[in-house]
Nanobody, 120 residues
Framework: QVRLQESGPGLVKPSQTLSLTCTVS??????????WSWIRQRPGKGLEWMGH???????YYAPSLQSRTSISRDTSKNQFTLQLSSVTPEDTAVYYC????????????WGQGTQVTVSS
């Protein structure tokens, strides 16, 4: 069974960088052909795909967020990380990590999600 778990601070100040880590167990993040994604849900809005990092380390971001978003991985720890810079209160959301099965935008495993509030 694949399990994903988000971790990181629940409160970030405006203009700072939001950093979250997803720890994966049950499978390697280097396994062909999975894509490891960050998805968020802002209050009153639907799920918003932010970006992913693939099994070979390549990244792809939502155009609206790519200037502020960076996804990295640490294969020795089987973790991948989200960094979102220059945050504003509009970045307040529940943030999820999830696995994209075969890169087809179907997410077969999700973390439980973590609430991040941007406030001074």
């Amino acid at each position: 069974q694949v399990r994903l778990q988000e971790s990181g601070p629940g409160l970030v100040k405006p203009s700072q960088t939001l950093s979250l880590t997803c720890t994966v167990s049950g499978d390697s993040i280097r396994t062909n052909y999975y894509y490891w994604s960050w998805i968020r849900q802002r209050p009153g809005k639907g799920l918003e795909w932010m970006g992913h990092i693939g099994y070979a380390g390549g990244t792809y971001y939502a155009p609206s967020l790519q200037s502020r978003t960076s996804i990295s991985r640490d294969t020795s720890k089987n973790q991948f990380t989200l960094q979102l810079s220059s945050v504003t209160p509009e970045d307040t959301a529940v943030y999820y990590c999830a696995r994209d099965y075969s890169g087809n935008w179907y997410y077969d495993y999700w973390g439980q999600g973590t609430q991040v509030t941007v406030s001074s």
